[in-house]
């Protein structure tokens, strides 16, 4: 995982991004949130699971039918299922060691 900290490479809601090999920050004070970088982790363990382009794929297409089921962007973003899965077990730091190969899968 490469960390870059640049607050003008991301949009102004965004606080980070998972982006494999690379996570973007808004703010190196974030690489001392354990959480917060224990979500990008799973997203960045998600996108090896998936080798990488079809994860983007996958997470358009169904932020995209979220989109169009909630008809909401930030209830369509939460209801995604890699997203789901990531604010889940974001607070359990021990998650990664134990966690089941395409484990997102369950969040669909």
């Given amino acids: 995982m490469i960390v870059l900290v640049s607050p003008f490479l991301l949009r102004k809601k965004f606080t980070g991004i998972a982006l494999w090999p690379f996570l973007l920050l808004k703010d190196s ?17 998600q996108q090896i ?3 990488v382009l079809p994860f ?12 169009v089921q909630y008809k909401n962007r930030y209830t369509a973003y939460r209801n995604i299922s890699f997203e789901r899965e990531a604010y889940e077990k974001e607070q359990d730091i021990l998650y990664l060691k134990k966690r089941k190969f395409w484990s997102f899968f369950r969040y669909l």
Wanted: proline fraction near 0%; glycine fraction near 4%; aromatic fraction near 16%.
């Fill in 29 to 45: 004070a974030l690489k001392a949130d354990a959480i917060f970088m224990n979500h990008e982790r799973i997203h960045l363990r």
């Fill in 56 to 67: 983007y794929l996958w997470y358009g297409i169904e932020y995209a039918l979220r989109l």
């Fill in 49 to 51: 699971e998936l080798l």
